[in-house]
């Protein structure tokens, strides 16, 4: 166990997270990031990843390629507002509409878009983005960005903090408190030992929310 004094000196790290709004498990870890910036002395940015994009060439399932349009929906929406009001509306926004996903089960599309928006206070017009793909490239840039640092066999979510960058965790549910600052504890040790690549273990639950 890594006791007061043995923890890592996080102070005035900066965190970097990218995100896809559509995936529940970005969604838990961007929750437990924000328990953990708390109890650590940390500064997260919020950064897009692109879903759609990352397996725009592979051999999928219509059905699950029909899906990933929602991907570049929702990141269109949040790059636009990027745009209109600078990064600082990611994470309100990124809440937002992630939480009208994956906890009020909405359909994704221009009224949840505009919901989100509004309790941002943020332009509502912003939700017709959706189908715009002139953000396209922000958003690829970006996703990029944190696919650079980790390799392309990964999905989100992505961490990358003091040089050491990693894929996930994948995590259910969240942890709170403490807990939540010993797992980051943990998390980081083990990401920034240079020949650490993996470890997995069968998921048994979905995403919990609660």
């Known amino acids: 166990m890594i006791g007061d004094s043995e923890r890592l000196d996080m102070s005035k790290s900066n965190v970097q997270f990218w ?3 559509i995936c529940p498990w970005a969604f838990m870890t961007s929750r437990w ?3 953990v910036e708390k109890i650590r002395d940390i500064s997260i940015t919020w950064n897009l990843f692109s879903l759609a994009h990352l397996n725009k060439d592979k051999d999928l399932a219509p059905e699950y390629k029909a899906r990933l349009i929602r991907s570049w929906q929702a990141t269109r929406v949040i790059a636009a507002a990027q745009e209109k009001n600078g990064k600082e509306i990611s994470l309100p926004l990124y809440t937002a509409i992630s939480s009208r996903i994956h906890l009020k089960k909405m359909e994704v599309g221009k ?3 505009t919901q989100a928006l509004k309790e941002v206070g943020a332009d509502e017009n912003l939700a017709s ?3 715009d793909s ?3 490239n922000a958003i690829i840039a970006s996703h990029e960005a944190g696919i650079a640092l980790v390799g392309s066999d990964v999905g989100t979510p992505i961490i990358a903090v ?3 960058a990693f894929f996930g965790p994948v995590i259910s549910p969240a942890p709170k ?3 939540a600052g010993k797992l980051w504890d943990g998390v980081l040790l083990a990401a920034s030992y240079p020949g650490f690549f993996e470890i997995k273990r069968s998921r048994n639950v979905g995403p919990i929310f609660d």
Do not use: M, R, W, Y
């Open 111 to 113: 009224e949840l878009f």
């Open 177 to 179: 408190g403490e807990e």
């Open 134 to 136: 002139k953000f396209d």
């Open 162 to 164: 003091e040089g050491t």
């Open 19 to 21: 995100f896809d709004p």
């Open 129 to 131: 983005a959706e189908s």
């Open 33 to 35: 990031l924000l328990e």
